[in-house]
């Protein structure tokens, strides 16, 4: 059969039903989804290197023998760290693996087998090391004058040259195996080289070009990421191009109420306050609805924001709902708001899971009436009894909390409301434009006069004792501490007995505090009920396994310990950090790590120590984590990249935003018969829904 880009692999010649289904296994089914399998590195066989002659960061080919195979426990948990110490005439190294690439992969090694490395070189305590490098045995026809070959992801009955061999098949067979989907004009004006050019030299690299093959910064690299790019951005300018083509309500240029809760506040706003409030104003005044996200590090001020931004909506008539995580910040905002906006007259009602029929009969009577002009709540908000009159404003606390349903049902609430994001988890602006694109984004980076610094230590478990007698310290001063767990699989067993021991042990160590314990099964309520315990002094020491909620506020609580803050990453201590140091009185971070973590962890959490500001903080951990473990595998909105790296891509990204919005700006319905593939491409990739914005 004659194949197309459609053919099931399994009918490639030579691949068969068998080895289709470990191609399936690993995503690739058809011969489209095979030719965009790209190398993952290069092996370039003309520089022969001996392991002498080995420098930190090189990617390097050579051929070794196999000394011996080790593995050994990584630290407390069950999981092993490989070894496989290799040798030339020049000397040894060792390749280390931190997880199996397949089941039985170290069985093939045996002392004294001939095998190739390919990988790059990691300066690991001053000594070099190989961090997961390609271990090949030698094939006997190998070719030399094939400079430059490409390495892909193996597995089990799947090398790199099997794979590169039926990628060349494929590309032979098929007339034309990567049809030009992007306008003429664009790859002209970008001096891209075509997407069939890119992917064959992809396959098939020019020998002498193996560094920039390497650095991911070859002329087909480059066109490549730029596509992967380009279709997000034009995903998310077509939705935002639906949401800007809606017709809102244009709030009045009236700031009475406003101008009289910045006078009465005992401080002055921040520029960056003002600055968010200012992109605000101009959105809920333009007629079109506002979808905006307000970025704002620990204690930056953003609730305050939301709360001028309630006013404006309530000074035009609307009533405004917000919505956040957990009954505690709800009755946190609802006290704030009573204290701050209700002297002006603004009408506040609470409505979580704990309030009582009687008192939602009558919310629900004052909602319809328009006698309730700020409805603070829970997810208890979406019930369908809960209905406005004139629903003008949305703000949600921590959108990631919350699904799109959920604010899809908010939204039918009202007609076309505005809607304002808040978040307290700095997130990268190059991320947020990707993750967050549809959304205008605020960021609010500077923090309120008089904030004193957190004090923060990075300790070892030896500082255990000290850590522990210096938060008993505080607490005789009349502060109160925070000590937190990470929530830690099972299997590992450092869970919630372990951290119930340790609260048991403090108890009995200081019997003069007063220890509250939380923990992952207690229910929600009961959560709730230790949590406002704590806000009100009847606990001192507050011993956690779960994180304890953002934005929560005990401002007598000056110490935070973490236990095992090698488990957390950096903006998730960040986050716990932020609990703390929201009072007048001088506050402590202490972080504990385990005995047994390398040198990268421990310089990692270090980092923590030379600064207190959340950006840095996030921009610190996407380089060294990278974006799809920074924003966690559930974070939708991200997608999984073949190649694109949104650290090192950075500006690729940017040029692949600013084309996809001038496209759009200039045919907002892709009506133009050029711009037809990419109607197309679009609905392939991201279903209907992506053009409901285009029409």
């Given amino acids: 059969m004659a194949l197309r880009l459609e053919t099931e692999i399994q009918y490639i010649k030579g691949v068969g039903p068998k080895l289709g289904a470990l191609f ?52 407390r948990s069950t999981r092993k760290i490989y070894d496989v110490l290799i040798r030339d005439s020049s000397g040894q190294i060792r390749c280390k693996f931190f997880r199996t690439p397949y089941r039985g992969y170290f069985e093939r090694f045996k002392p004294g ?4 490395i390919v990988g790059t070189v990691t300066n690991y305590r001053g000594r070099l090391e ?45 007339k034309e195996w990567a049809p030009e989907v992007l306008p003429k004009e664009l790859v002209t004006k970008l001096n891209f080289i075509s997407y069939q050019e890119a992917l064959s030299r992809i396959h098939h690299p020019e020998p002498d070009l193996g560094n920039l093959y390497n650095e991911f910064k070859s ?7 730029f596509e992967e790019f380009f279709w997000l951005e034009m995903y998310l300018a077509s939705k935002r191009s639906g949401l800007k083509q809606e ?3 244009a709030f009045k240029n009236d700031e009475k109420a406003i101008e009289q809760l910045k006078t009465a506040l005992p401080f002055k706003l921040t520029g960056a306050q003002l600055r968010a409030f200012a992109e605000i104003k101009k959105d809920l005044e333009s007629g079109r609805p506002m979808n905006r996200l307000v970025q704002g590090d620990v204690g930056s001020g953003k609730t305050l924001v939301s709360f001028l931004s309630a006013l404006k909506a309530i000074e035009s008539e609307f009533q405004v709902c917000l919505m956040a995580p957990t009954e505690i910040l709800a009755e946190q905002h609802f006290k704030n708001a009573e204290k701050l906006l209700s002297p002006l007259g603004i009408r506040c009602a609470l409505l979580t899971g704990k309030t009582k029929l009687k008192d939602r009969k009558e919310i629900a009577e004052k ?9 603070i709540g829970t997810h208890a908000l979406i019930e369908d009894w809960v209905q406005f009159k004139n629903l003008g404003l949305v703000i949600i606390d921590e959108q990631h909390r919350f699904g799109v349903a959920q604010r899809g049902i908010l939204k039918n609430k009202g007609t076309s409301p505005h809607f304002l994001i808040m978040t307290a988890t700095p997130i990268p602006r190059t991320l947020a434009m990707t993750v967050y694109g549809d959304l205008d984004v605020s960021i609010i980076d500077e923090m309120p006069a008089g904030r004193t610094p957190i004090q923060t230590r990075v300790v070892t478990e030896s500082k255990h004792e000290k850590a522990v007698q210096f938060m008993a310290e505080q607490v005789a001063k009349g502060r109160q501490a925070y000590i937190v767990y990470p929530l830690v699989e099972e299997s590992e067993k450092i869970d919630l007995k372990n951290a119930t021991e340790e609260f048991e042990k403090l108890k009995a160590q200081f019997p003069k505090i007063r220890f509250g314990l939380l923990h992952g099964k207690m229910k929600g309520s009961e959560k709730d009920e230790v949590m406002t315990q704590f806000r009100a002094h009847q606990i001192d020491a507050l011993v956690s396994t779960t994180v304890i909620e953002v934005g929560v506020d005990v401002p007598n609580a000056t110490v935070m310990v973490i236990e095992h803050a090698e488990r957390f990453g950096l903006s998730q201590l960040h986050q716990l950090r932020g609990r703390v140091g929201r009072g007048e009185h001088k506050s402590f971070c202490v972080m504990i790590m385990g005995y047994a973590v390398s040198q990268e962890t421990r310089e990692r959490v270090e980092f923590m120590e030379k600064t207190n500001d959340g950006f840095k903080v996030a921009e610190f951990d996407l380089q060294i984590r990278g974006p799809g473990e920074f924003m966690g595998s559930k974070q939708s909105g991200l997608p999984g990249f073949k190649m694109a790296n949104l650290v090192r891509d950075v500006e690729l990204l940017k040029v692949a935003r600013d084309a996809a919005f001038d496209i759009l700006a200039h045919d907002p319905k892709l009506s133009k018969k050029e711009h037809a593939p990419l109607r197309e491409e679009i609905l392939k990739s991201y279903g209907p829904q992506a053009l409901a914005g285009v029409g």
């Fill in 24 to 75: 399936n296994r690993h995503g690739l089914k058809t011969v489209q989804n095979l030719l965009q399998n790209y190398p993952r590195a290069y092996e370039d066989r003309r520089a022969a290197r001996n392991i002498a002659n080995l420098k930190p960061d090189d990617v390097v080919s050579l051929k070794a023998f196999v000394v011996n195979v080790a593995s050994y426990a990584m630290g």
């Fill in 113 to 116: 087998q001939e095998v190739r």
């Fill in 130 to 174: 190989f961090h997961h490098p390609e271990i090949k045995d030698i094939e006997p026809e190998e070719d030399i004058s094939d400079a430059l070959i490409p390495i892909y992801v193996e597995t089990e009955g799947l090398n790199s040259s099997k794979i590169s061999k039926l990628i060349q098949f494929a590309q032979n067979e098929i």
């Fill in 367 to 375: 909602l319809i009436s328009g006698e309730t002009d700020f409805l």
């Fill in 219 to 225: 002329e087909a690299h480059r066109r490549l990421i």
């Fill in 247 to 249: 017709k809102g309500f």
